[in-house]
T-cell receptor
Framework: AQKITQTQPGMFVQEKEAVTLDCTYD???????LFWYKQPSSGEMIFLIY??????QNATEGRYSLNFQKARKSANLVISASQLGDSAMYFC?????????????FGTGTRLTIIP | DSGVTQTPKHLITATGQRVTLRCSPR?????VYWYQQSLDQGLQFLIQ???????AKGNILERFSAQQFPDLHSELNLSSLELGDSALYFC?????????????FGPGTRLTVL
């Protein structure tokens, strides 16, 4: 079963608008972590934001925020006031609480294109 | 700049050959992870080392091996290369495991097998 699902293969958004990238996950663990990464066309993976399963408040980092709905098992990334430089692939990832195995499991990504 | 370094940036080689990819983690990070990103498989975890010891294995082929040295840098060895091994190989590092709220990636090594 897919552990991380990103249902939007591509999105087009007008510059300066807010955008929400969807991510749902599947785990039976109580303790886990959720990550978002940005991959521009140059290829590097840029860490954006982290949310722990026990964190009561949604994580925020500048223009990025994570809309964490634990009961629905969703961890959507919200980018406010989008900019042309936000055009990239975005990946959601999960780290489950298995000692000795802190790997990240990634979704298939969403390609975001910001339109001027 | 994530602080994770990887060399080389690009590698072009022929089928049947062997290559070594190198990674230096961020200062202070003891865990090193290797991931493969290919068009058909997406981003897949290969292997993790922690302070010199293998910690976890993912979908890593038997033709691939890795190690982490006392200075914490890591090498991923790929042998008997096939066309399908062409991919972007990432190294990532973090502080010790489950408490880590970040996992930083290096710039990647793009391997092309001809």
């Amino acid at each position: 079963a897919q552990k991380i699902t990103q249902t939007q293969p591509g999105m087009f958004v007008q510059e300066k608008e807010a955008v929400t990238l969807d991510c749902t996950y599947d785990t039976s663990d109580q303790s886990y972590g959720l990550f978002w990464y940005k991959q521009p066309s140059s290829g590097e993976m840029i860490f954006l934001i982290y949310q722990g399963s026990y964190d009561e408040q949604n994580a925020t980092e500048g223009r990025y925020s994570l809309n964490f709905q634990k009961a629905r098992k969703s961890a959507n990334l919200v980018i406010s006031a989008s900019q042309l430089g936000d055009s990239a692939m975005y990946f959601c990832a999960m780290r489950e609480a298995r000692f000795g195995n802190e790997k990240l499991t990634f979704g298939t990504g969403t390609r975001l294109t910001i339109i001027p | 700049d994530s602080g994770v370094t990887q060399t080389p940036k690009h590698l072009i080689t022929a089928t049947g050959q062997r290559v070594t990819l190198r990674c230096s983690p961020r200062s202070g990070d003891l865990s090193v992870y290797w991931y493969q990103q290919s068009l058909d498989q997406g981003l897949q975890f290969l292997i993790q080392y922690y302070n010199g010891e293998e910690r976890a294995k993912g979908n890593i082929l038997e033709r691939f091996s890795a190690q982490q040295f006392p200075d914490l840098h890591s090498e991923l060895n790929l042998s008997s290369l096939e066309l399908g091994d062409s991919a972007l190989y990432f190294c990532a590092s973090s502080v010790q495991g489950l408490a880590a709220t970040e996992q930083f990636f290096g710039p990647g090594t793009r391997l092309t097998v001809l």
